[in-house]
């Protein structure tokens, strides 16, 4: 059976996550598993307010809701990718002491994500938005206002893969990346999944959407 969609559309204010609770609320009260429900958020705080409006109205533990979290958790998750394994400030300015090109990455975050993880370095913003918007880095830079040249991009691109590899590190993008050239053998069956301000999500995010949507 090919899953329904429904979408909801309207500005800001009008009330589209509310409704996304409230049926959140109605698959519950259906006898939906709460483990069979996804609710996706883009920020850490929206999917946690999600958790918490769940929890309290239907007496449930946060451990019983697995998929209520953000597209990058969910990926991190799911792709046994270790915390430690994930790049830091201090991985950066590793990475900036070796290549002689400074990284100035003042912390990592998985919220606003279209913005790059590292939005405050020009680097990094151009690169993370390339692999975000599936676009080539070269016409990514060319779209983008900036000051630094070509070849120190490249340079600085190359550099941050080859240091990644060989220190088994993963930036918030390449969990997306993961998930979807491996979702075949650890996505979860999901009997209904929502996905909040999906208006904001990037192209790479809405890869790990739909796919999410063909096991829902």
């Known amino acids: 059976m090919q899953a329904k969609i429904f979408r909801i559309y309207g ?8 409704t996304l609770l409230n049926k959140v609320d109605e698959a519950l009260s259906q006898g939906i598993l709460p483990s069979k429900i ?95 918007r599936k676009v080539p880095l070269r016409k990514q830079y060319n779209k983008t206002d900036t000051d630094i040249d070509w070849v120190t991009l490249s340079y600085v691109a190359d550099a941050l893969v080859n240091y990644k590899k060989r220190m088994n590190l993963y930036d918030f993008t390449d969990m997306l990346e993961i998930f979807v050239n491996h ?15 999906a208006q904001d999500l990037s192209p790479l995010q809405w890869d790990v959407a739909h796919i999410i949507e063909k096991h829902s």
């Open 11 to 18: 500005p800001p204010g009008t009330g589209k996550t509310t």
């Open 38 to 132: 996804g609710y996706f958020a883009f920020t850490r705080q929206a999917a946690h307010e999600a958790i918490e409006r769940a929890c309290e109205r239907f007496g449930l533990e946060e451990s019983q809701l697995p998929w209520f979290r953000t597209l990058h958790s969910f990926a991190l998750r799911l792709s046994g990718i270790r915390s430690e394994q994930v790049m830091q400030k201090e991985h950066y300015k590793e990475l900036s002491s070796v290549i002689g090109v400074d990284i100035g990455v003042d912390k990592t975050n998985e919220d606003n994500m279209m913005e790059s993880n590292a939005s405050n370095d020009p680097y990094l913003s151009i690169i993370n938005l390339a692999r975000l």
């Open 183 to 197: 979702s075949s053998t650890f996505c979860p069956d999901l009997s209904v999944s929502f996905i909040d301000e």
